[in-house]
């Protein structure tokens, strides 16, 4: 059965923390994996993924894809508080079908 | 370990008829929210509720409908189904809203194909 799983499933950090987010997925025909951050009402789009070892970045976070090993990574140096948010994994596969991980939720306390 | 449950992972329905997508969640939080999934407009707000009864729009909105009569359940209506609601479909909910508040689940997603 085709699935994402992300871990941890919670983490509580200080600011000025590194933290790793994983994701790990088995799911057949992969094309692409998502990384979104869901604050208040609707997730924003961070990275989209879909070729391995390269790193993408964007200020603080940066991701990467292991396709051999099925799983991503999400990175944040230097946390702020307005870090704090939960973190969604998503795999794209052929057919437009996308599959969930159930979120990390990450705490950055002051 | 489920927190949050959508009744269907996949659904094949006829244009025209009236589909409900089920949502619900056991950690008694007070949103829920409703979203779609296409490739390359990621994940897009229909509806969400932050209490029983209560709803409010989010940006597209159109064509869906939706119901909170309990707490821990929140159903999506497509009244008529038509082809562009050929969809994933995603369900949420989170604890109310405060200052750093980041509990938050997901469903595991519904694929409603449209024919």
Known sequence: EDKVVQSPLSLVVHEGDTVTLNCSYEVTN????????????????????????????????????DKKELFSILNITATQTGDSAVYLCAVEASGNQFYFGTGTSLTVIP | DVKVTQSSRYLVKRTGEKVFLECVQDMDHENMFWYRQDPGLGLRLIYFSYDVKMKEKGDIPEGYSVSREKKERFSLILESASTNQTSMYLCASSLKWVRLNTEAFFGQGTRLTVV
């Open chain 1, 30 to 65: 992969f094309r692409s994996l998502l990384w979104y951050k869901q604050e208040k009402k609707a997730p924003t789009f961070l990275f989209m993924l879909t070729s391995s070892g390269i790193e993408k970045k964007s200020g603080r976070l940066s991701s990467i894809l």
